[in-house]
């Protein structure tokens, strides 16, 4: 079954005081997330992303289409006590400690009272809070922050985890600890929604990606299956110091280490830089492909190409 | 999405309900209070102090109290007349919040010196109250001319004059003040000097209440005249016919009178025995002092109800 | 439900103590102290009157302020910083989450009132050394106080959702002090003629009639009030104050949270 199912959910604003002007923030947009995936929604700032998480959570109303969460209606409380939310660059109520804020939203989940504060120890512990357990979050960092967010995300123990940039403002290890707790919820059975801009994070974690910009969805898929397609690179390697100019002219990358010089030219225009190396006599050393990144077909997908929704 | 359809029909209907609700209660609380504003003024032991506390907004405030001593009189007013107790308090407050307010020293002038049922009955405050008027406004002629209205009203003819004189020396006077303080000496109890000032109150005030006092006291005073010139002719009658006339139709076949005679509101005069003539409606003639029916006694004062 | 309900009030009533909100009970202390002690050594006369309409005062203008300062925010804050969206992403009702904001704040005013009425009653048995019968008064009027902070309340938190708050703090306050005198708004609105009477009666009636919770010069001179008023003025608090939450939901319900 699809844990999340996005049937054509469009937003529209307005804008402008007098004379309202329509302002498109999301097209019609399907999407289909199965059960036990973690699925990265990706795009630039502005993209949509937020605006389609928050539809999701019921914090902003839908100008068409709809969706479900686990089979449920979008403001079904037996639903919502099985999401978990993380929203972008979160802010708490920072006169309560953390164990204070923990058992608040545990409160207002519904979970049972007395094994709430059970529950509360180990999310903290688990998050690595544990040493913060009474310290009031205005005193928190910005790391910190992040950590009791996840923390009130996954508390209730939701089946399905929904995080807003689940990265922003952490240092390398703060983004690596996350990274594992992810892929811990997916090993427990949740399905985890996140969208991102950065990624290297969702090409490690994801097993499906939707790529979407100014509003439109421009690509979902298993991250394999979506960079296979991408027209990419090769890697040439030969002995000398000197770049023949049919390569130069490609306009490609070119590093001179010791007295070998590599070069990394499109694949298309492999064979002609075989040529070009081989009319200057250069001993070729290797030729190899570079693995195609995500980068690229995000990159691929946000030129302004009429390409077909690939839809699954 | 029901739920949140039922939600806004659930909240909607609550408002509906709540408001209308609260809007009937209002209307009864009203009811109750009715002269809860008015009684406040009885527990404002220091004007001076309410001046303070309203923080420079006393202008608004004396406005909020001005509408309360309109409401107050009109009130009563329609039920009849009464003693008028909060009257006092209320016109002194408002005066003391804006003293430039000059309507409420004329209001004050009228209906505070006026007996009941038709005003509070307290000359010596509505003195007080024009006289304070005319500290803070020295350059208002009407002042002088409401307080020179009291003491005439209570008979104190020199007092008048004085006022009127006073009144007279400032430089945009109307110039009927100085015809009065000379009236006012000489004839001070004459009917034409009493014509003269309502005539003068009934021009220059621009309030509905006095406009009307001044016209019954006009009116009262035609009845006073015409009361007095028929029972000279009856007199004349009795000369002739060496008895008085039984009707007013044997003066009007002796030739003294054209036709029935008729007072200010339309009903005819009645003649009695003896040549004297009342009026038939007394109660929509107050202030007149000639043709009352013997033993007359103005009816609300019969119903004895509880002064206010 | 209602559980939700109680514990967003519960720790909206926390949120406001740890504001330090609870400190203007200082500043009351002093102030009562001190006029209690002044005016016991001047011997005037009437040390009853000024405490009590001083202590009643007080009273209603610091609890104004707090109702207006908090309630504004209550919504509006909440949006701001975002720690709206953490909550209705769980099973917590829009109205529910409005409920609960507002027993919080009355609580925490109910809370305050009490303590400022112990300092009145205080400096009443300072400056008189007894309590009358006729101080019972004094408890109708503070009963009276409290029902003119759960109708701000109320306000304060309509205003809150859905406008910034500095144009909430003067809505609120405008209320506040036309409902004071709405017994001679509609007073004025009898006397006027035409359209204007139309407009004037009908803002009469809907503005909070708070005139007619106002009682303190009345008990400072010991003028008893009637039980019918107590009970009428119950009701209307209560429906009033529905009606107001009433369309605070309607609004929230349907507000997008950018």
């Known amino acids: ?312 | ?308 | 439900m209602s559980s939700r309900i109680w514990h967003i009030a519960s720790n909206t009533f926390r949120e406001a103590v740890r504001d330090r909100v609870l400190y203007n009970l200082i500043a009351f202390a002093l102030l009562m102290s001190g006029a209690a002690v002044l005016v016991g050594q001047i011997s005037i006369g009437i040390e009853r009157l000024v405490v009590i309409n001083l202590g009643l005062t007080a009273i209603s203008l610091f609890g104004l302020v707090i109702a207006i300062f908090i309630g504004i925010g209550l919504v509006s804050k909440e949006i701001d910083k975002r720690t709206l969206y953490t909550v209705l992403s769980r099973p917590v009702r829009r109205w529910e989450f409005i409920a609960g904001k507002f027993f919080g704040l009355s609580g925490t005013l109910v809370v305050n009132t009490f303590f400022m009425a112990i300092g009145v009653f205080i400096a009443l048995l300072y400056v008189s050394h007894h309590l009358t019968h006729a101080d019972a008064g004094v408890l109708v009027a503070l009963y009276f106080i409290i029902l003119q902070f759960v109708i701000l309340t109320a306000l304060a938190l309509l205003f809150s959702s859905f406008s910034s708050p500095l144009l909430s703090a003067v809505f609120a306050f405008s209320l506040f002090v036309i409902g004071s005198f709405a017994e001679d708004l509609r007073g004025f609105a009898r006397l006027s003629h035409g359209i204007a009477r139309w407009l004037a009666t009908g803002a009469a009636y809907l503005v909070p009639n708070f005139s007619a919770l106002n009682v303190v010069s009345q008990v400072a001179h010991q003028v008893s009030v009637s039980r019918q008023l107590i009970a009428y003025n119950t009701a209307y608090a209560v429906l009033y104050t529905l009606a107001v939450l009433s369309a605070t939901a309607l609004i929230f319900e349907r507000r997008n949270l950018k």
């Open chain 1, 1 to 312: 079954m699809a844990a999340i199912e996005i049937l054509g959910l469009e937003k529209t604003y307005s804008v402008g005081f007098w004379r309202k002007r329509p302002k498109r923030a999301l097209h019609p947009l399907h999407l289909a997330i199965e059960d036990g995936e973690i699925f990265g929604f990706l795009g630039p700032n502005g993209a949509g992303k937020t605006t389609t998480l928050k539809m999701l959570m019921g914090l902003v109303f839908p100008s068409g289409g709809g969706a479900r969460i686990l089979g449920m209606d979008l403001d079904d409380p037996r639903m919502k006590a099985q999401i978990g939310f993380l929203p972008e660059q979160p802010y708490f109520y920072d006169y309560l400690t953390a164990r204070e804020l923990l058992t608040y939203y545990g409160q207002l989940s519904g979970v049972d009272s007395r094994q709430l504060p059970r529950k509360v120890d180990s999310t903290l512990e688990r998050v690595g809070l544990r040493d913060a357990t009474d310290v009031q979050l205005r005193k928190f960092s910005k790391g910190m922050l992040q950590r009791a967010g996840i923390a009130q995300a996954i508390l209730h123990d939701p089946k399905v985890v929904f995080l807003d940039e689940p990265m922003s403002g952490l240092d390398p290890m703060g983004r690596r600890e996350v990274r594992s707790l992810i892929e811990q919820l997916k090993a427990e059975g949740k399905t985890v929604f996140f969208s991102t801009h950065i990624l290297s994070d969702a090409e490690a974690l994801c097993d499906r990606v939707a790529v979407i910009n100014l509003g439109q969805l421009r690509g979902v898929g298993a991250v394999a299956e979506l960079t296979s397609g991408v027209r990419g690179k090769v890697e040439i390697v030969w002995q000398g110091t000197s770049v023949p100019a049919a390569i130069k002219s490609l306009g490609a990358e070119t590093h001179v280490a010791g007295d070998t010089t590599r070069a990394i030219i499109s694949e298309q225009h492999q064979d002609a830089a075989i040529e070009a190396v081989r009319r200057e006599t250069l001993r070729l050393i290797s030729v190899t492909p570079v693995r195609v990144s995500l980068e690229d077909y995000f990159m691929a997908q946000l030129k302004p190409s009429p390409e077909e929704v690939v839809a699954r």
């Open chain 2, 1 to 308: 999405m029901k739920r949140t359809q039922r939600i806004a029909a659930a909240a909607s209907a609550t408002l509906v309900f709540s408001l209308a609700a609260s809007t009937l209660l209002l209307w009864r609380i009203d009811q109750i209070r009715s002269t809860a504003t008015l009684d406040e003024a009885l527990y404002v032991t220091s004007p001076k102090l309410l001046k303070r506390l309203s923080l420079g907004y006393d202008g608004l405030l004396a406005d909020i109290y001005w509408t309360r001593v309109v409401q107050y009189y009109g009130a009563m007013h329609r039920d009849g007349g009464g003693e008028y107790k909060l009257l006092w308090p209320l016109l002194n407050l408002t005066a003391q919040l804006d003293p430039k307010l000059t309507r409420t020293y004329e209001f004050g002038g009228t209906f505070l010196s006026s007996k009941p049922p038709m005003g509070a009955g307290l000359p010596d405050r509505a003195v007080e109250l024009v006289e304070y008027g005319i500290r803070e406004n020295p350059d208002n002629w009407h002042l002088y001319y409401d307080l020179g209205f009291i003491h005439y009203d209570q008979k104190n003819y020199s007092a008048a004059a004085d006022a009127f004189l006073r009144g007279s020396e400032l430089p945009n006077a109307h110039p009927v003040l100085k015809m009065l303080a000379a009236r006012m000496a000489e004839h001070g109890g004459d009917i034409e000097t009493a014509r003269m000032m309502w005539t003068t109150t009934y021009e220059d005030s621009s309030d509905k209440d006095i406009r009307e006092n001044a016209l019954l006291h006009l009116r009262a005073l035609k009845v006073d005249q015409d009361v007095t010139a028929l029972e000279h002719l009856a007199e004349v009658y009795k000369q002739k016919f060496k008895v008085f006339p039984l009707s007013f139709r044997d003066m009007v076949v002796a030739g003294l009178l054209k036709g029935i005679p008729v007072d200010p509101t339309g009903h005819e005069y009645k003649l009695e025995p003896g040549g004297k003539v009342i009026v038939s409606n007394p109660d929509d003639l107050p202030f007149i002092v000639k043709g009352l029916p013997p033993g007359y006694v103005p009816s609300d004062i019969l119903k004895s109800k509880p002064a206010k």
